[in-house]
């Protein structure tokens, strides 16, 4: 079986980044959506470290909305429950920052993520686990 890509030529994602990001979300397959808001709500940086009221607006630019992702998110502890979080919730509707991503990287990535959400594997031990 073979996953889709990016369509949008656009995107920063490669396959490898792709399957980077599939395999560290897979995990969650199995966690509430609830469980999810409360670590991300509690825990993420921009909930507690500042206000994302504050957060700059994204530019439309991709490389700088990329770069803008990466600076706001770093150190925070909650990036992949966030991004897991935000695609379950926005889906190809994201807007903004959220996992440490811009929203062309989001929705680009989507389909893909949707895709490995629909086709879950087998056997459940494939699935990971989740902390
Ligand atoms: S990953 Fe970024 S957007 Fe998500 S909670 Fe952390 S700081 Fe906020």
Redesign the pocket.
Known sequence: MSTPMPENSSSGLDRDACDELVFKLTKFRNVPDDVLCEL?TRD????WAYD?EDMPDTSGDDDVDRRLAAW??AG?P??DE??ELELRAAGEYTVG????MSETDRRAFYPIWRWHRDHPPEDEDEAGEWR
């Open positions: 991300v993420g940086l921009c909930f994302r706001l998110c925070c909650v990036m966030c991004l920052v959220w996992g440490a």
